[in-house]
């Protein structure tokens, strides 16, 4: 029984194949065509997927679409009615996407895939629960989506059990809390829907000086984490920004321009909007815990991304064990939708262990063989050393020993928006300097943003607050007290910025500012050879964790084939790449062309 999952048309679009139950193969559309959040139709990441199972168009047997698009137009409809004729210019601008695809789903489809079988359409918060808990460890289960806005809903909860999700209750559009976050992503001048993990980065550089003006003028806050938004303060329901000129007086000026330098201000407002969020989700967790007395809970949706509440869930919440979808996102929508239609719309059993997740690590993209690197390399005349595969990891960790930052391509892609150690740029998190040359040199981004630590399974627990795998980096834990490092009475009096120039820890490149990190816990069953080069690291030099940051710069997608990760190495201060068993020193290399195609695909934001 083979199952294809789409969701398309609203960002991160992406396919999913399921084979009797078992994840095949699942990636997003952008990392084929390079457009960053690419929200076309996914017919790349679909051939993908077919080809991955060995099947053609004609042996699916059912293709599952992650939401209903009737009821999202009505939704967007009576919306633009409500606040007529305000909102006529944004709807003139949706209105042709509709007409043209959106509202003929079902026969675009069939004309796209030249397919006649089997078509569901799932509700998308069914599709968010589905892909929370069907991959997960647990038989039962609460479960908690949060995100912008599906057809209606914009958070909801319910419980998984066996081979089925119900869902009890919902928060309907407007009232939302990734479009309240989304609206300060846009005050503070960063792109919506793909610049909310910067403000979370921003956040520990601010005070939540703004915290009680949101909840008393924005949101109207409950016990139990339900809430309704002043809609007198936002633009996303008629306009074509999201916030409006009341907004700009209650928080005292206009949004930032982007790229303008950062102020305090800017600062205060990430905090704020980031302890109201993390607020809100703990209610909202509390709340499910007691409405449906389960002891586990799986999270999704785009707000589920969110790893310092997640962290914070995980802490301070009344569940014993959470397990978050590593595509949280609409990405992970057509893996749900693929899930739903194997367990609950076909009725077939699920049986788990309670400890091991069906999400394979999450490595389900392309996977390039040795061959296939070799020709790409001798092809455009490219210099390299090959390795023999037990080279390899001690010869990555002598590199990173030296302050080398290397490019780490090896075996399936990962789904999802972070770098699990397929697709990656590792670093020395010792170095003090580590961050700032890697943020500006090397992912031409931001110098605040902070990096992630991946770190061997078996030592997480000693060097940061967390008694558990973690290896979707999707939970946020303190740097432990014992490998801290003690300010001075003047690094206590920084703000802003300047808390950049501060070495918290024995591991100060993946330590944020305060004291927390965005932990992948890495284990030899899922990614072994990425395990043993970690292990060698720690064996050789004494430290079981390096910086693992998403092989991209900013604008880009993650690299996928071996021609994305060169331009990628080349156009950047990277200093090695090693691709398979094939190392590239930069020295060795001869310049880039300028002229080149490439080039246009790649323009930054």
């Known amino acids: 029984m083979n199952i294809l999952g789409i969701s398309a048309f609203y960002h991160d679009s992406a396919a999913c194949l ?41 042996q699916i047997d059912i293709v599952a679409f992650y939401d209903k698009p009737f009821i999202k137009f009505e939704r967007i409809l009576e919306t633009y009615l409500a606040y007529a004729p305000v909102g006529i210019r944004s709807f003139i601008k949706a209105l042709p996407l509709w007409i043209k695809q959106k509202l003929w789903m079902k026969s675009y489809i069939r004309d796209e895939l030249n397919y006649s079988g ?5 509700e998308h918060h069914e599709s968010h629960a589905a892909s929370a808990f069907f991959p997960s460890p647990f038989q039962e289960a609460a479960f908690l989506t949060m995100d912008g806005v599906g057809e209606w809903a914009t958070a909801s909860y319910g419980i998984g059990k066996d081979n089925r999700i ?38 520990p550089y601010g005070k939540p000086n703004y915290k009680d003006l949101i909840l008393s ?20 329901c008629a306009g074509l920004t999201m916030t409006n000129k009341k907004f700009n007086n209650l928080f005292g000026g206009p949004p930032r321009k982007p790229e303008s330098r950062l102020t305090q201000r800017d600062m ?35 707000v589920a991304l969110n790893c310092v509440g997640n962290g914070r869930i995980l802490r301070d919440g009344p569940f014993k064990q959470i397990w978050i979808q590593p595509s949280a996102g609409d990405a992970g929508g057509a893996l749900g939708a693929a899930l739903f239609a194997w367990y609950q719309y076909l009725d077939n059993p699920r049986k788990t262990d309670n400890r091991k997740d069906f999400q394979e690590g999450s490595y389900l993209g392309p996977c390039f ?86 770190v061997l399974t078996d030592k997480v627990s000693d060097y940061f607050e967390l008694d558990r795998e973690s290896p979707y980096m999707l939970l946020v834990a ?57 292990k060698r690291f720690d064996d050789k030099y004494g430290c079981p964790v390096v910086i693992n940051t998403s092989f991209n710069v900013r604008g880009e997608p993650i690299v996928c084939t071996p021609k994305d990760a060169y331009l990628c190495f080349m156009r950047t201060n990277m200093d090695y790449l090693i691709m398979g068993s094939f190392l590239l020193e930069k020295s060795e290399q001869k310049p880039l062309d300028k002229d080149i195609d490439w080039l246009k695909e790649y323009e930054l934001d």
């Open 18 to 58: 399921v084979q009797n139950g078992k994840i095949i193969a699942a990636a997003q559309e952008e990392r084929f065509t390079r457009k960053k959040h690419d929200f076309s139709f996914p017919k790349h990441a679909i051939e993908y997927c077919v080809n991955e199972a060995g099947l053609k168009n004609n």
């Open 118 to 122: 089997k078509i569901i359409f799932t």
């Open 166 to 203: 119900e869902i009890h209750a919902d928060i309907q559009f407007p009232h939302s809390l990734g479009l309240l976050y989304s609206a300060f992503t846009y005050y503070t001048g960063f792109r919506v829907n793909s610049g909310e993990y910067k403000v979370m980065g921003l956040a």
């Open 217 to 236: 003028e924005l949101m109207d806050l409950k016990e139990d984490g339900s809430f309704k938004m002043n809609m007198r303060y936002f633009n996303y």
């Open 268 to 302: 205060d407002l990430a905090r704020s909007v980031q302890d109201v969020t993390e607020e809100v989700m703990m209610r909202m967790a509390v709340h499910v815990q007691r409405e449906t007395n389960m002891q586990n809970l799986c999270l999704a949706g785009g």
């Open 369 to 454: 063989s040795d061959n296939e690197i070799k020709h790409y390399l001798e092809e455009n005349a490219i210099p390299y050393v090959r390795l023999h595969k037990d080279e390899i990891p001690e010869k990555i960790a002598d590199l990173i020993n030296d302050e080398k930052v290397i490019g780490w391509f090896q075996g399936r892609m990962e789904f999802g928006p972070r770098a699990l150690g397929s697709r990656s740029i590792l670093g020395d998190p010792r170095s003090p300097k580590m961050q700032e040359i890697m943020n500006l040199k090397i992912k031409f981004r931001e110098s605040f943003r902070p990096f992630a630590p991946s």
């Open 478 to 534: 303190p740097v432990k007290m014992n490998i801290r490092h003690e300010m001075t009475d003047q690094e206590k009096n920084y703000f802003g910025l300047q808390k950049l120039h501060v070495s918290r820890s024995i591991i100060p490149a993946v330590t944020h500012v305060d004291y927390s990190a965005r932990v992948q816990s890495v284990s030899p069953d899922t990614h072994p050879l990425y395990y043993q080069m970690i």
